[in-house]
């Protein structure tokens, strides 16, 4: 995705399922972490499930310095506890088992609870490079602010989903599709819900359905799978059987590609 506008994120690494990883959630939490499935709607692991947030998390820290972890009486992280981290997060990318020891020694947990599962994404079976991307969303802790790392990342910016939604459409940024209808999805829930609030407790039970997209090659179109022409095209798709949701059917089944 070199060049192009997305959300901080990344790869799950062994180190996120570890026991000192998954030893960061707290014990009350650990139920309502969200359950994810498969593109064939088989039930994941609790294990990958849990991994996959704390890698969002990690990513998340990572790349913009933002860290979502309480103390163990629910307190948010201090600037003090902040600062020592932030030391470190130049080594957590490239250790990533350095984000679970760090947090141990200063005695902070993950808020997993502040995570809305918002959607799942993958990339088309024509496409070389692939990745099955899980999407999150989470509001932003008290006194922190987010920082570019100049790492995986050369700049940063906060701007509501319409505006991002405007500057992809007049082409002062380029958007991955994913990230695009990402945010498609997120200025609909605004414009419904107006408060943060609102939007949490909306969305937190939301239906989340696989996303994978088939290529027109000869017109560089990519196909939604609510498109009426999906299933006539070839190469691996979601199974006829999944229901979308109308707010995604609401949005476009087909746009041009970006590459």
């Not at 099955?132 to 050369?154: G, K, M």
């Amino acid at each position: 995705m070199g060049g192009m506008w997305v959300f901080p994120g990344g790869t799950l690494c062994p180190a996120d399922t570890s026991a000192d990883s998954l030893a960061l959630i707290p014990e009350a939490a650990l139920a309502g972490c969200h359950r994810l499935r498969d593109l064939e709607g088989n039930a994941l692991p609790a294990t990958t499930c849990l991994g996959l947030a704390i890698a969002a998390a990690r990513e998340t820290f990572e790349e913009t310095g933002v860290l979502l972890a309480t103390t163990a009486e629910g307190h948010h992280c201090g600037s003090e506890r902040l600062a020592r981290l932030h030391d470190r997060q130049r080594a957590i990318v490239s250790q990533p088992e350095l984000f679970a020891t760090s947090l141990q020694e200063e005695r902070l947990q993950l808020d997993v609870r502040r995570l809305v599962y918002w959607s799942h994404w993958i990339t088309p079976s024509t496409v070389p490079k692939r990745f099955d991307t899980r999407f999150f969303l989470a509001s932003l802790p008290p006194e922190q602010s987010a920082t570019v790392d100049n790492i995986e990342a050369t700049e940063l910016c906060w701007k509501t989903p319409a505006s991002l939604i405007a500057a992809s459409d007049d082409g002062t940024m380029t958007l991955s599709r994913p990230t695009l209808y990402n945010l498609m999805e997120l200025d609909a829930s605004v414009r419904q819900h107006v408060s943060l609030n609102a939007i949490f407790a909306a969305e937190m039970q939301r239906e989340v359905v696989p996303v994978l997209p088939k290529i027109r090659k000869a017109e560089r179109m990519i196909v939604m799978p609510w498109d009426a022409e999906y299933h006539m095209l070839s190469s691996d798709g979601v199974s006829r059987d999944i229901s979308y949701p109308q707010r995604l059917r609401s949005l476009p089944s087909r746009t041009t590609s970006e590459r």
